[in-house]
Nanobody
Framework: QVQLVESGGGLAQAGGSLRLSCAAS????????MAWFRQAPGKQRELVAG???????YYADSVKGRFTISRDRGQSTVYLRMNSLKPEDTAVYYC????????????WGQGTQVTVSS
């Protein structure tokens, strides 16, 4: 059974930091590259960062240099460290497979809300 559980969101001031966690079921974590996505009110869901099974990373231009994605194989967990937060980072953050078309990602967890105040 596929399971994705995101946590760690909250309220932060601009310039602050948060660390998000995503606990993924073993099967989806071990056999897939993983990513973080976000969806702001009124906007489409977008890819924020991705990490391959061998540790290669990808970042959207909007977060490059501020966010860091990592994965813990032993815990089947993906993390997103977010520094220098901006109000435009406000969104619900989700994890899922990386390298798969958004339209083909049919299962999503509940996400975790990140709100950045100015």
């Amino acid at each position: 059974q596929v399971q994705l559980v995101e946590s760690g969101g909250g309220l932060a001031q601009a310039g602050g930091s948060l660390r998000l966690s995503c606990a993924a079921s073993g099967s989806i974590f071990s056999s897939n590259d993983m990513a973080w996505f976000r969806q702001a009110p009124g906007k489409q869901r977008e890819l924020v960062a991705g990490i391959t099974r061998t540790g290669g990373t990808y970042y959207a231009d909007s977060v490059k240099g501020r966010f860091t994605i990592s994965r813990d194989r032993g815990q089947s967990t993906v993390y997103l460290r977010m520094n220098s937060l901006k109000p435009e980072d406000t969104a619900v953050y989700y994890c899922n497979r990386f390298g798969v078309r958004l339209a083909d990602l049919t299962y999503w967890g509940q996400g975790t809300q990140v709100t950045v105040s100015s």
